[in-house]
T-cell receptor
Framework: DGGITQSPKYLFRKEGQNVTLSCEQN?????MYWYRQDPGQGLRLIYY???????QKGDIAEGYSVSREKKESFPLTVTSAQKNPTAFYLC???????????FGSGTRLTVV | GQQVMQIPQYQHVQEGEDFTTYCNSS?????IQWYKQRPGGHPVFLIQ?????EVKKQKRLTFQFGEAKKNSSLHITATQTTDVGTYFC?????????????FGEGTQLTVNP
């Protein structure tokens, strides 16, 4: 079955460390997105990419970085510059010309 | 940038009662989408509305898009415990950098059996 795989499901990080969240899709979707969700809040866009080797900052890109070297993969790095990284991170994809986003099951990041 | 506001933030109903959530945008939207997120889960796409004044139904769910394309609503008739979750609206922006969704804060629905 096609879908989006995010790993790991839970991640603990020590303050001051960088960490990379994986997002892989086998849906042949062109566009991919990273959102952050805090408890009781909506989804805020971090970065998005419409095609390979190109990406744009979203509303809260500071302290994050991404790469899009392959169509299937869009990893997100949470750097030590991110002041409050503890959150639920959701990756999504969409095929050009279609409607809704397909989301992965998310990664819960906790800074300890 | 575009802002999407959603009310209420929380709604508690008895099973069988109706439920409505409202969504308002600071700008005119090209389209609006609705998602449902079950507790502990991820958002799942429900529907997209494109035309001014559009109304779409999915069984007990009715979705409306305002005439000015700046507001939308989701109405659930006779709620069931399976309707529990958070419902998000999201407005689509399209530009030179591609398309992106801006999500509202969501309405968390609990249903008492």
């Amino acid at each position: 079955d096609g879908g989006i795989t995010q790993s790991p499901k839970y991640l603990f990080r020590k303050e001051g460390q960088n960490v990379t969240l994986s997002c892989e899709q086998n849906l042949n979707h062109d566009a991919m997105y990273w959102y952050r969700q805090d408890p009781g809040q909506g989804l805020r866009l971090i970065y998005y990419s419409q095609i390979v080797n190109d990406f744009q900052k979203g509303d809260i890109a500071e302290g994050y970085s991404v790469s899009r070297e392959k169509k299937e993969s869009f990893p997100l790095t949470v750097t030590s510059a991110q002041k409050n990284p503890t959150a639920f991170y959701l990756c999504a994809s969409r095929r050009t010309g279609t409607y809704g986003y397909t989301f992965g099951s998310g990664t819960r990041l906790t800074v300890v | 940038g575009q802002q999407v506001m959603q009310i209420p933030q929380y709604q508690h109903v008895q099973e069988g009662e109706d439920f409505t959530t409202y969504c308002n945008s600071s700008t005119t939207l090209s389209n609006i989408q609705w998602y449902k997120q079950r507790p502990g889960g991820h958002p799942v796409f429900l529907i997209q509305l494109v035309k001014s004044g559009e109304v779409k139904k999915q069984k007990r769910l009715t979705f409306q898009f305002g005439e000015a394309k700046k507001n939308s609503s989701l109405h659930i008739t006779a709620t069931q415990t399976t309707d529990v979750g958070t419902y998000f609206c999201a407005g689509m922006e399209s530009g030179a950098s591609g398309s992106r969704l801006t999500f509202g804060e969501g309405t968390q629905l609990t249903v008492n059996p």
